[in-house]
């Protein structure tokens, strides 16, 4: 026999919050997330309480040397924010990740986490960003100055030889 | 409607359609309630509980439209409801945002590509704006319908409590 409208509705959920599946954009995004705020911890915890407060950039560094010291002071004023983001953000993450069985699949909530997990991750990344990208500006700059310095350098060795063995030949 | 005896709908019984047929399981055997608790919206679960609040109804039974001739095979994959569309927009609107916060991370890394950030951050507004109208599934039609005995002339009558398209 069939069950009455009691029992029926005593074995209803509500349709709206039922588990979907995570978009594949969000997926990956939030496994960049929890990646991001792991080494975000990490580099923020060893390198900023260590050797890079003291670590003068304008002494290696070809160019923007002062704005690389300047973004280290500012994070090393903010590196516990930064420390304490970057843990939240991978515990969290871990944590989204074993509820979800992997990021397959989970109420809106939980979507909405793994965003903030992103979220935690971008803003524990985005001074970091900046260094390496005035790593790389001067990595740049340092080829470009080393290309030219070879060009010249063999240049004025070629006229210099030139020269000698021009004198030597005249004699 | 209504019938004399027992109730007609004890099995599961096939109602034919012109583009699409129905299928109508007794509550305790629908697949949907086999496989766990079974997804009511909002609005039609408050229905339901107001009924429930005037009149017990004895038996339930469940109607599903399912493509015609279906039937024949096992209808259990048109008549499980498909993801919630606002989830599934949810998720796809954030997808695209978090894909755009880490276009912006990737852009100064990856040379030539400084229009990444702001290509990224737009389809990240986009996909909130205009929210991508994809519908993963075939929409079904469930019917719950309630069955009355009537002691007095000893019939059955179904009403149908209420419906939803997924």
Redesign the interface.
């Known amino acids: 026999?069939?069950?009455?409208?009691?029992?029926?509705?005593s074995?209803?959920?509500?349709?709206?919050?039922?588990p979907?599946?995570?978009?594949?954009?969000?997926?990956?995004?939030?496994w960049?997330?929890i990646g991001?705020c792991g080494f975000s911890f990490l580099v923020y915890l060893l390198m900023f309480r260590g050797w890079a407060g003291s670590w003068d950039a304008e002494r290696v560094f070809l160019v923007l040397g002062n704005q690389f010291n300047s973004i280290v002071s500012w994070i090393e004023s903010i590196s516990t924010l930064l420390v304490t983001l970057g843990l939240l953000g991978f515990i969290g993450g871990l944590a989204l990740v074993g509820w979800t069985h992997g990021l397959k699949q989970g109420?809106?909530g939980w979507?909405?986490v793994?965003?903030v997990v992103?979220?935690m991750g971008?803003c524990c990344?985005?001074p970091f960003?900046?260094l390496?990208?005035i790593g790389?500006i001067n990595l740049i700059v340092g080829i470009v100055m080393g290309i030219v310095m070879l060009v010249f350098g063999l240049a004025a060795i070629a006229l210099i030889m030139a020269f000698m063995f021009g004198a030597i030949g005249s004699t | 409607m209504g019938h004399a005896g027992r109730?007609l709908?004890?099995h599961t019984v096939v109602v034919p359609g012109a583009a699409t047929d129905f299928i109508m399981f007794?509550?305790?055997s629908d697949p949907v309630?086999q496989q766990?608790?079974?997804?009511?919206?909002?609005k039609n679960?408050r229905e339901?509980?107001k009924?429930?609040s005037v009149?017990?109804?004895?038996?339930?039974?469940i109607a599903h439209e399912i493509p015609k001739w279906s039937w024949r095979g096992d209808p259990t994959p048109f008549i499980v409801?498909p993801?919630?569309k606002?989830?599934?927009r949810?998720?796809?609107a954030?997808?695209?945002?978090?894909?755009g916060?880490?276009s912006?991370?990737q852009a100064?890394?990856i040379a030539g590509r400084q229009l990444a950030p702001a290509a990224g951050a737009g389809a990240g507004l986009l996909g909130i704006v205009f929210l991508p109208a994809a519908i993963l599934t075939l929409g079904l039609d469930p019917l719950?319908i309630?069955?009355l005995r009537t002691p007095k002339m000893n019939m059955w009558q179904y009403f149908v409590?209420t419906g939803w398209r997924?």
Not at chain 2, 36 to 42: E, T, Y
Not at chain 2, 55 to 61: E, Q, V, W
Request: hydrophobic share 55%; charged share 10%.
């Open positions: 026999m069939s069950i009455d409208l009691a029992q029926f509705m074995k209803t959920s509500v349709y709206e919050n039922l979907v599946p995570f978009s594949p954009a969000l997926r990956r995004a939030t960049w997330g991001l109420t809106r979507h909405v793994a965003f992103v979220a971008f990344a985005l960003i900046w390496i990208t790389a | 109730s709908l004890e007794p509550g305790h309630l766990g608790p079974f997804p009511l919206p909002k679960k339901l509980e009924v429930l009149c017990n109804f004895p038996a339930i039974f409801p993801h919630p606002d989830s599934v949810l998720s796809q954030l997808g695209s945002l978090a894909s916060l880490l912006v991370l100064p890394v719950v309630g069955a409590l997924w």
